[in-house]
């Protein structure tokens, strides 16, 4: 399976944007995917997740601001930002949580202040 994260940018404090993540097969219906972020000089971490069933977990950090969704029709996971902190500035890419597929590229998030 390939991924592709798209919809980064740039974007001040406070605003919002959002993300998606399609495959080049059926990645959702069976799988637990999740959304992760790496910043620079960081290890990459999880920040949200989806169950085939639909439980979701946020990490603290982005509780209450993303929202993780799934089209499956579409082979699509998106998430969701809203109120953007410069915190949150990083490169995302989305995988599944176990046997993960090689990471795609990622798409650039930059939060200024």
């Not at 940018?9 to 919002?16: C, F, L, V």
């Not at 439980?55 to 953007?84: C, E, H, P, Q, W």
């Not at 993960?100 to 650039?108: K, P, S």
Request: charged residues 20%.
């Amino acid at each position: 399976v390939q991924l592709q994260a798209s919809g980064g940018g740039s974007a001040r404090t406070g605003e919002s944007l959002t993300l998606s993540c399609t495959g080049s097969e059926s990645i959702v219906s069976s799988n637990s995917m999740g959304w992760y972020r790496q910043a620079p000089g960081k290890e990459r971490e999880e920040v949200a997740r989806i169950h085939p069933a639909g439980d979701i977990v946020y990490t603290d950090s982005v509780k209450g601001r993303f929202t993780i969704s799934t089209d499956n029709a579409k082979n699509t996971v998106y998430l969701r930002m809203n109120s953007l902190k410069p915190e949150d500035t990083g490169m995302y890419y989305c995988n599944r949580l176990m046997a993960q597929w090689a990471w795609g590229q990622g798409t650039q998030v930059t939060v200024s202040s």
